[in-house]
């Protein structure tokens, strides 16, 4: 009994959700963007794991070839600066936050208006940081529990030990892009997650099959994080 | 029996036809890259429009979310460099070319080679022009056939009259991108299709209909192009 209670069939009944996913796109001009390889796969995968769960997920998702599974609320946006507005709208009324969107970290400075014109051999962009909705909305008292990711193509572990303390985040999952194993643009992936005072290997497996077991861990860490210390 | 001579029902019956389609991807470091709005869409329904008219189309593609249709040859490329490879190894191969795709103008000039870190407030990317592919296959002795195409935000007719001109294009089509009724990411589209003595308007629909409708303009003024002069 007390094991089925500690683990139900729905460990997040109703609790809510705000997750993040996919990339942004930062306008250059009307055509051109900055963007990046974060296919959504991921952060849909992980929507749908936590909505068999039991929690009401609103998703807020950049520009992706996917179909939302369905969900509480979708959310579509495109940069990184209307992703940081519809979070902070929601931020106050979610029990937990799961940020797997790539986030630009920089935007041009000035998108042009009109196409820019290949007048020139060589051209500069100039380019401003983006805020960190991560840390935001981890610095918000009271702060919903919230995991971050971190695709690092080097020191994995070593970069995302230094964003879970940095950011005073509650879990981060991390994994490794870029390589011949990397997690953009495939169909699996292999996870370290990592919290306070401890860690767990998500060994490589197809997206959705990775996205359940981290749904599963993110729950079993939340309901540690509420239960009433000993 | 000259109409149907001159219309018969498949008038590119074994033409080799050059397709590029798609946006390409100009890495800015393994995860982020410089892109377009190009969904391919109007390429691979262009490609497939000409199979239907008897051609032999050979399709080289940026990265999109769409499934080929059934080609002669399929070849997947990113950046621009790439297409570029793969175009003027087979340039010498074909009767006509048609590039629908959207080739980055300029590449960051030094992509990094793990991610780059955001400890700046603000960055700088320098970037430097790709080769014209267009241009340096139209300026080939002797030439395919070329069909060039022109997205623009002002000034449609304009760039693409000059484009056609400066080039040495055989035809240009031209589309209004960025508005509200613009031709990317959309799944209709209106052209002003422009060559050297003449002109004709495609108006606004679906992207598989005004396909076939600029197939059938192609393959008419490619017929023309090879009539023997009275």
Chains 1, 2 share one sequence.
């Not at 609790?15 to 296919?39: C, H, I, K, M, W």
């Not at 579509?76 to 799961?98: G, S």
């Not at 805020?131 to 572990?157: C, M, N």
């Amino acid at each position: 009994e007390i094991a089925a209670a500690l683990h139900p069939a729905r460990p997040l009944d109703g609790a809510r959700v705000l997750l993040t996913a996919g990339p942004t796109r930062e306008p250059l001009d009307p055509v051109r963007y900055l963007g990046n390889r974060s296919s959504g796969r991921m952060g849909y995968a992980l929507a749908e794991a936590l909505t068999a769960l039991g929690a009401r997920v609103t998703l807020v998702s950049g520009p992706t070839a996917l179909t939302p599974p369905p969900l509480e609320q979708v959310v579509q946006v495109e940069t990184a600066l209307q992703m940081h507005a519809e979070v902070i709208a929601r931020a106050a009324a979610c029990e937990l936050f799961v940020a797997t969107a790539a986030v630009a970290d920089y935007r041009p400075v000035a998108p042009a208006e009109t196409k820019i014109k290949k007048e020139h051999a060589a051209l500069e962009i100039r380019l401003e940081r983006n805020p960190d909705i991560l840390a935001e909305v981890a610095a918000h008292r009271p702060a919903p529990f919230t995991v971050g990711f971190a695709a690092e193509t080097e020191r994995v572990e070593h970069y995302a030990r230094g964003k879970l303390v940095d950011k005073g985040l509650d879990m981060i999952a991390a994994n490794r892009v870029g390589g011949p194993r990397g997690g953009f643009e495939r169909e699996e992936n292999a996870l370290t997650v990592l919290w306070s005072d401890g860690q767990r290997e998500l060994p490589m497996m197809a997206k959705p099959r990775l996205a359940r077991a981290l749904a599963e861990l993110i729950a079993e860490r939340y309901l540690e994080h509420h239960a009433p210390s000993s």
